[in-house]
């Protein structure tokens, strides 16, 4: 099936079919995906849900999305959003978004299950095209053990300033939810409570301020026994700005319990090539990653990314990004090369 798959999507995206597909008015039918060839120099896999080592891999990094999106009426729509993720079979892919959204004036309410927003693309969380490189960066977005979404409701207001300047808040809550995941190769449960959160966002063109913070306690659960509370109260802060031709991205994330981490990314178009560089620290200053590529659109809707990166961590056995516990020898660092083909419709 993970062939039949392949085929049709790119079919779709030789023939012309990159862009949204309009059944009516009302209903909009979009789309997106990634497949890549990825490959590092150490036999220790690398990267949550992706597990890249010494041998080429052509299912790493591979996602295909759907959204059927539905306008109702002026002040009702819907969206559905489907997802075969990195650690997903493409038979079992992962439902990432599904609410009601009801529209007055300045003000939206959302209900039913949405992305977490802490991020600065969270929206675009699994759309390569959407953002220079590759991969979210790993320092930043790995940090939710691939948990992306949540089940609840979310307030949107968006206000005017300026012409130029707009300001949206957003408060969310979230019910109490268990997820799985794999931590270090073991499989674990995050037994989650009720919790809450506000993003604020500042747009001026092309330029992005994010801000935002969560609440939430949670459980670490190993074949039901708990394994370790976390009371986190997280914050986020994040912006892109165009500078004279230069995009600058800069996240970072913080809890006083898991230290700061953070990235800084800058790319620029020349002509019809994107160079871009990232850097970037997980958990203090003990994990560092150093990635360079580039970025070619083939069509509006279909790009080409080379990419290195570089990872080095501590020679400790359980670290940074690497995804296995070590013994000795402990390998601490990894080199990553990956082209990946990218596409929305």
């Keep these: 099936m993970k062939h039949w798959i392949i085929i049709i999507s790119l079919w779709m995206i030789t023939f012309g079919a990159c862009a949204q597909y309009s059944f009516n008015d009302a209903i909009r039918v979009s789309g997106f995906g990634t497949f890549s060839l990825s490959r590092s120099d150490n036999s220790v896999p690398v990267f949550s849900y992706r597990d890249i080592h010494d041998e080429t891999c052509e299912n790493c990094d591979s996602t295909l999305g759907l959204q059927l999106d539905w306008v109702i009426n002026e002040q009702f729509r819907s969206s559905v959003q489907v997802v075969k993720r990195p650690q997903d079979d493409y038979s079992d892919p ?81 019910a109490p939810e268990k997820n799985d995941y794999q931590f270090y190769g073991e499989p674990f449960t995050l037994d989650s409570d009720s919790a809450y959160g506000l993003t604020v966002d500042l747009f001026q063109d092309d330029h992005q301020l994010h801000l935002s913070y969560l609440s939430v306690n949670s459980d670490q659960k190993q074949n039901g026994n708990t ?61 560092q990653t150093y990635l360079a590529g580039i970025r070619y659109p083939i069509t509006p809707r279909l790009v080409l990314n080379a990419e ?29 090369f990956t082209l990946a083909l990218s596409f929305t419709f």
């Design 94 to 174: 992962e439902l990432e978004w599904a609410y009601l959204a009801y529209t007055q004036g300045s003000s939206t309410l959302k209900l039913g299950r949405l992305r977490i927003p802490i991020f600065l693309l969270s929206e675009y969380y699994y759309v390569s095209a959407a953002y220079p490189w590759i991969r979210p960066p790993h320092d930043i977005y790995d940090s939710f053990v691939g948990i992306t979404h949540y089940n609840g409701a979310a307030y949107e207001w968006e206000h005017w300033l300026t012409d130029q300047l707009q300001l949206k808040v957003s408060p969310y809550v979230a």
């Design 227 to 287: 394994v370790y509370h976390y009371d986190l109260d997280m914050l986020s802060a994040g912006f892109n700005y165009l500078y004279h031709g230069y995009n600058i991205s800069f996240e970072t994330l913080y809890e006083s319990g898991l230290f700061a981490d953070w990235y800084l990314g800058i790319s620029r178009d020349i002509g019809s090539w994107s160079p871009y560089v990232q850097y970037g620290q997980l958990r203090g200053h003990a994990n």
């Design 308 to 336: 290195w990166e570089y990872v080095r961590t501590p020679k400790i056995p359980l670290t940074g990004h690497f995804t296995q516990v070590q013994t000795a020898p402990i390998d601490n660092d990894s080199n990553i």
